[in-house]
C-alpha cells in the first residue's frame, strides 16, 4: 500500500507527496485536490515503470491473479 503524506503550506496550498514513489508530490488548492493529484501521478509512475520492465512490488496489493 502507498501513503499518501500531506502538509499545508504557508501560502494556504497543500502538498501531497508519496514517499515510496520518489518524485511523486504535487499540490493542490485543497487537501482533496492535492491527495487526487498525488494518486494520478503514483499510477502514471507506476506505469512507466512496468513499461521500462523494472520492478514494482507495489502493484502486489492492486492484483491478484485466479
Known amino acids: 500500500m502507498l501513503t499518501v503524506e500531506t ?5 494556504g496550498r497543500w502538498i501531497a507527496e508519496i514517499a ?8 493542490g488548492s485543497t487537501r482533496n485536490e492535492a491527495v487526487a ?18 520492478t514494482v512490488p507495489e502493484l502486489a496489493s492492486f492484483f491478484s491473479a485466479a
Open 37 to 54: 493529484k498525488a494518486e494520478a501521478l503514483a499510477l502514471r509512475t507506476l506505469a512507466d515503470r512496468v513499461e521500462h520492465g523494472e
Open 20 to 27: 515510496e514513489l520518489p518524485g511523486v508530490m504535487t499540490y
Open 7 to 11: 502538509e499545508r503550506e504557508l501560502d
